[in-house]
Nanobody, 121 residues
Framework: QVQVVESGGGLVQPGGSMRLSCTAS????????MGWYRQAPGKQREWVAL???????PYTDSVKGRFTISRDNAKNTVWLQMNDLNPADTAVYYC???????????????WGQGTQVTVSS
């Protein structure tokens, strides 16, 4: 069984910073692209940032220059460093990992439970 667990999140003032982390664990054969998505109230889930095993890092336009995604392949862990946060960043943030579980021959998407990030004064 595979689990994806996020940590971090909470309340931060506008202009502040926050770091989210996410670790995949369990019966894992391979981990491919990992990433972060978010869903604000009343809106659809949107992708924020992705990172491939080789380190390619696309970002959605609204977070470029403010957010940084990184990963440790040996620990199956991905981080999202968020700087200069503003109220529009308020959302539930979800970690996603594309993983091939042991004993299977195809990859599937695994999601974390989500963590709330609230930017407010």
């Amino acid at each position: 069984q595979v689990q994806v667990v996020e940590s971090g999140g909470g309340l931060v003032q506008p202009g502040g910073s926050m770091r989210l982390s996410c670790t995949a664990s369990g019966s894992i054969a391979a981990v491919y692209t990992m990433g972060w998505y978010r869903q604000a109230p009343g809106k659809q889930r949107e992708w924020v940032a992705l990172i491939t095993p080789s380190g390619t890092t696309p970002y959605t336009d609204s977070v470029k220059g403010r957010f940084t995604i990184s990963r440790d392949n040996a620990k199956n862990t991905v981080w999202l460093q968020m700087n200069d946060l503003n109220p529009a960043d308020t959302a539930v943030y979800y970690c996603n990992a594309r993983i091939t579980a042991e004993g299977l021959d195809r990859a599937s998407d695994y999601w974390g439970q989500g963590t709330q990030v609230t930017v407010s004064s």
